[in-house]
């Protein structure tokens, strides 16, 4: 069965720290793709990267970078140089399969809230 | 501007009170979806549209129904809410599966 765990409830930071948050997922497909959305205060969800299961490349964009490991079943976000406009909760998550065969369903993690303080 | 547009953003309602929560996507995506999001529960799948006139059912589709008409709209309809129905809702949409899936600005429905 498919399941994404997000270990971190909360994390707080002060400005200008790295922080990590962690997101472990498991499927048995082959075919997969993960992802990373932020939802701020104000309450919508911002789509931040999407990885498929054949792609091990970490990526950077900005003060954001991903680390996919399939060995480990992780695929974790680095902010680096956190500012307070990153407070908001985080939320990883999986969808599987391809076309034919998926209903497009994005089983999410439970979110880890991230605060800044100045 | 490209954009899953919902309404209302807040809506309060009595129980029994049927009511029907909008979707429109400006993009010509074929996959529509609803979800629900609960505290401590994240977000779950309600319905899901593969394209015109093809729906199916999510994870927690009791108490709920779509329509899928035409390709720009996918409105989710209670029928006879309940309290247990309170909670945001977010409508999303794709070109096709698995691509970046975009959200609307989501819906806080509370049902006394």
Same mark, same amino acid.
């Given at each position: 069965?498919?399941?994404?765990?997000?270990?971190?409830?909360?994390?707080?930071?002060?400005?200008?720290?790295?922080?990590?948050?962690?997101?472990?997922?498991? $499927?048995?497909?082959? $075919?997969?793709?993960?992802?990373?959305? !932020?939802?701020?205060?104000?309450?919508?969800?911002?789509?931040? /990267?999407?990885? &498929?299961?054949?792609?091990?490349? &970490?990526?950077?964009?900005?003060?954001?970078?991903?680390?996919?490991? !399939?060995?480990?079943?992780?695929? &974790?976000?680095? /902010? $680096?140089?956190?500012?307070?406009?990153?407070?908001?909760?985080?939320?990883?998550?999986?969808?599987?399969?391809?076309?034919?065969?998926?209903?497009? &369903?994005?089983?999410?993690?439970?979110? $880890? !809230?991230?605060?800044?303080?100045? | 501007?490209?954009?899953?547009?919902?309404?209302?953003?807040?809506?309060?309602? %009595?129980?029994? @009170?049927?009511?029907?929560?909008?979707?429109?996507?400006?993009?010509?995506?074929?996959?529509?979806?609803?979800?629900?999001?609960?505290? =401590?529960? =994240? #977000?779950?799948?309600?319905?899901?549209?593969?394209?015109?006139? %093809?729906?199916?059912? =999510?994870?927690?589709?009791?108490?709920? @129904?779509?329509?899928?008409?035409?390709?720009?709209?996918?409105?989710?309809? #209670?029928?006879?809410?309940?309290?247990?129905?309170?909670? #945001?809702?977010?409508?999303?949409?794709?070109?096709?599966?698995? %691509?970046?899936?975009?959200?609307?600005? =989501?819906?806080? #429905?509370?049902? %006394?």
């Amino acid at each position: 069965a498919q399941k994404v765990t997000q270990a971190q409830t909360e994390i707080s930071v002060v400005e200008k720290e790295d922080v990590t948050l962690d997101c472990v997922y498991e $499927t048995r497909d082959t $075919t997969y793709y993960l992802f990373w959305y !932020k939802q701020p205060p104000s309450g919508e969800l911002v789509f931040l /990267i999407r990885r &498929n299961s054949f792609d091990e490349q &970490n990526e950077i964009s900005g003060r954001y970078s991903w680390n996919f490991q !399939k060995s480990t079943s992780s695929f &974790n976000f680095t /902010i $680096t140089a956190s500012q307070v406009v990153d407070s908001a909760v985080y939320f990883c998550a999986l969808s599987e399969g391809d076309y034919g065969g998926s209903q497009g &369903n994005l089983i999410f993690g439970k979110g $880890t !809230k991230l605060s800044v303080k100045p | 501007e490209a954009q899953v547009t919902q309404n209302p953003r807040y809506l309060i309602t %009595v129980t029994g @009170k049927k009511l029907t929560v909008t979707c429109s996507q400006n993009m010509n995506h074929e996959y529509m979806s609803w979800y629900r999001q609960d505290p =401590g529960l =994240g #977000l779950r799948q309600i319905y899901y549209s593969m394209n015109v006139e %093809v729906t199916d059912k =999510g994870d927690v589709p009791e108490g709920y @129904k779509v329509s899928r008409k035409e390709k720009r709209n996918f409105p989710l309809i #209670l029928e006879s809410p309940s309290p247990n129905q309170t909670s #945001l809702y977010f409508c999303a949409s794709s070109p096709i599966l698995n %691509v970046d899936y975009t959200f609307g600005s =989501g819906t806080r #429905l509370t049902v %006394v």
